[in-house]
């Protein structure tokens, strides 16, 4: 049997992981309207309203990237036999920028660090370290046969706002394995 349309067995590990994705892509919706109104709180006379949402979208993102991490070790376990080298390197450079941005959101959080501090390091975590473990996933996931439009749903997750978008596709097939 061709490695590409291998089935695995039900995995109960891999179906709880979806329902993970769905609850961070939840959380992350959630920080996406906390963001915007932080926004709009900053447009407006009452800025502290806009810090605290901005407060509420810092707990948000760190939840959700917490959440992530054990989707990206039921990714690991589903992508391995299509591209062993590659998903390891994946895993472990995501994981690490998914604690990075964890870090430094408890960081902001607790007034460790100031936003002006937080704000570049956590972005290129996101961006560039989550965001290649997304895009390298994406096309590894190709060959499962499982995950149609596995490229387009990751990219649209590397960004901030389309990630509630990837986790509910995500969460939906991984209940489904």
């Known amino acids: 049997m061709n490695v590409a349309t291998q089935a695995l067995p039900a995995d109960p590990l891999i179906r709880a992981a979806g329902a993970l994705a769905i609850v961070s892509g939840i959380i992350s919706a959630i920080g996406v309207v906390f963001l915007l109104a ?12 806009g810090l605290t949402f901005g407060r509420a979208n810092d707990i948000c993102v760190a939840l959700q990237y917490v959440l992530t991490i054990p989707i990206a070790l039921a990714l690991h376990r589903i992508l391995l036999p299509y591209n062993p080298t590659l998903i390891r390197v994946a895993t472990v450079l995501g ?25 570049v390091w956590v972005s290129l975590a996101m961006i560039l370290g989550v965001g290649a473990w997304l895009m390298i996933t994406g096309l590894v996931a190709r060959a499962t046969g499982r995950l149609p439009n596995s490229v387009l749903m990751s ?17 939906q097939r991984l209940l489904g394995w």
């Open 38 to 49: 932080m926004f709009a709180g900053f447009a407006t006379p009452f800025k502290n309203l």
């Open 95 to 119: 994981i690490a920028m998914m604690l990075v941005v964890v870090g430094l959101q408890l960081a902001l959080i607790f007034g460790v660090l100031a936003f002006e501090q937080q704000v």
């Open 155 to 171: 990219g649209l997750a590397v960004p901030y706002f389309g990630y509630p978008v990837w986790a509910f596709w995500l969460g």
